[in-house]
């Protein structure tokens, strides 16, 4: 929890002096004539500045929301405190053009410890209370002054926040189940959508879902569809929920032969940030599209006789659920740390190669990137780490494909995250797998997603040299990206950044979990055939060698989308969108259900 505002009133001295010291000393600065404050000391116009800032950072209810509550559609399953939270607060896009632009944000960043959305070569966005916009403005490189847009203006931000959540009950006639309470099975959001084909979409993909539906989905998902899905546990969080896994495949082979070859895995994996709902619907999207595919469409069945796929929607549940009951827009996990106040680990900065965390911004508690205070201390990461190496040291499994999915800004992005110095081994196959993926969303869904090395993702270059000139806008050790490529040796590594481009940033409209997971399906889809290919596997004998510029998996894109029953688009059909397993009845035999799969099984 964060402190309450009276623990904030006892606690003044801590707080600031925490920030004070963050903030350089003027000879820091001396060359930099951008940051130059006319009026002030530029050491007080921070500190001015730090002690306004305490309140967004540490969460404090601002007092002057006003009406706002009366002018905003509230949704009463968002968490409470949500306007008093958010509705002062604006998302703020700072076009950069220079480096000198680059430097001042970066340094504003750290040393104010912004919760920096999303940033590109061209662009930083910024979450911040509009209360200081005008004084940071002041601090930074006057050309950008005007090279600035909001995204999300005041109020808007907690509008967008309250139309993340399930409609309750009843309030339109488009809401379906609330999901926050679990309920008899039947009642379930997804419940119905499995039982029948009445024109209805699968309601559990209309909303984004809690973790307390999405794990009993993904039991529901293991005991009907036993021929070809597992239950698995990744490990244990730190505040002590199932890291929940679904594996699914066939396994032709195992259990065949004495010494059966290492089973050939891909992990498709969410929810590292806890904010990035997008992500674990897209996993759980393209995970229930391949269980129910299976044995129905010939690309799906052959590729789950290739692979196996371990899909985990929520890596850090902790973080995942607080985002549900307390704070939409938390990022890292629920982890204490050494600072009292500043809870919480970024997962994603937190793996044991190239860990960065005791020279960077992100070795500050109070940072959106706080690494640890060394390598692999955040607790999921250790979890999914040691999960993943014991599987190929002592389950039989090697990990061949990573795709580890977050948001926003539509980008595919390949290792190496922590520095674009070093060539990763692999990177013709690296770069031609991304751009066949990129290819293939373009194609059937006319998203285009930018292929780019995660370094580069991270840190803002010159689109001529490539040579890194800006600095970055944070720290970019210890990703999940470079552990699994290059300690784990999982040949095929990405990073995918999904929608949008930053009309809502995390704060997706629900409308696109359909979309978007139709998107990333087909980006599965391609990736399983090349990788098929790749190793010389039986959807690729199956299909016959295509030439490299052919469009080899459109076919097989083009079949799902068939299957589909009134397959559609954007956002305003989503409801009558397909349903796979409509003919398939919740109430019917397993064994049935066993036996159905089974027949549809190639031999
Ligand atoms: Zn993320």
Known sequence: MRPSHAAWLALPVALLSSLVAAVPSPAAYQDQQAFAAPALPERSRWRTLSGRLIGSIWGVPKADIGNAAKILKTNAQAPPHTLARYGGDVVLRFNISTAEEAKGLAEAADTLLLDVWEFSQDWVDIRLSKDIVGPLLGLLPASLQQAHT???????????????????????????????????????????????????????????????????????????????????????????????????????????????????????????????????????????????????????????????????????????????????????????????????????????????GAVTTAGNPCSESFAGEEAFEAVESKRLADWAKNETENNNVEFVGLLDLHSYSQQILYPYSYSCDDTPPGLENLEELAIGVQRAIRIAHGHSYEVLPACEGNAATTKQSKQRLWPRMEASGGSALDWFYHELKVRYAYQLKLRDRGMYGFLLPKENIVPTGKEILDAVLYFGGFLSESYGLSSAAAEGVESENSEPHVQDVAEVQEAIPAAVEEQDEVEDDWVWVEDIDIDIDPEGVQWELKRGRRR
């Not at 339109?172 to 309920?183: C, K, L, Q, W």
């Not at 997008?278 to 229930?288: E, K, L, P, Q």
């Not at 929607?313 to 500043?342: H, S």
């Open 150 to 356: 909001p995204l999300l203006r005041e109020r808007e931000l907690a509008q967008a926040i309250y139309d993340t959540y399930p409609s309750p009950r009843g309030s339109s006639a488009r809401s379906h189940e609330p999901a926050h309470t679990p309920s008899p099975l039947r009642d379930r959001p997804f419940g119905p959508a499995l039982q029948q084909n009445d024109g209805e979409t699968n309601i559990f993909f209309t909303n984004y879902q809690p973790l307390s539906v999405i794990d009993p989905w993904m039991r529901l998902m293991a005991s009907l569809f036993t021929t070809h899905v597992r239950k698995v546990d990744i490990g244990v969080s730190y505040q002590g929920r199932d890291i929940p896994g679904l594996r699914v495949g066939v396994h032709p082979t195992n259990g065949d032969e004495p010494n059966p070859p290492k089973r050939k895995t891909v992990l498709l994996m969410g929810g590292l940030h806890a904010r990035e709902w997008i992500s674990t619907s897209t996993v759980n999207y393209v995970a229930y599209s391949l269980i129910t595919g299976y044995g129905r469409i010939p690309s799906i069945t052959r590729l789950l006789e290739d692979f196996d796929f371990v899909f985990v929607p929520t890596v850090n549940p902790d973080g995942y659920v607080y985002t549900w009951e307390t704070d939409r827009l938390w990022r890292k996990n629920r982890q204490q740390t050494n600072f009292r106040f500043c809870q919480g680990i970024d997962l994603d900065r937190a793996f044991g190669f190239q860990w960065d």
